[in-house]
């Protein structure tokens, strides 16, 4: 299994340093470019979560060429 875990800078060498000394995980951090293309997927994916609860109307495709 694979976690994704947010730390602030200031405790991230305790946890990484926690982490390793476990036999069974293999921790490793994520490139600054890793983790922002990341978090714009789970932006992507919360927002198209939305369009289908609909409480949120999606645009066609064509609308949003235009207004690009």
């Known amino acids: 299994m694979k976690v994704l875990i947010d730390i602030k800078d200031e405790k991230a060498a305790f946890v990484m340093e926690l982490l390793q000394n476990l036999s069974f995980v293999k921790a490793e951090p994520l490139s600054p470019y890793k ?15 939305v369009i289908k609860s609909g ?14």
Do not use: M, R, S, Y
């Open 35 to 49: 983790a922002e293309v990341l978090e714009g997927l789970k932006e992507a994916v919360d927002e198209l979560n």
């Open 55 to 68: 409480e949120k109307k999606a645009i066609p495709l064509a609308q949003f060429i235009d207004e690009l």
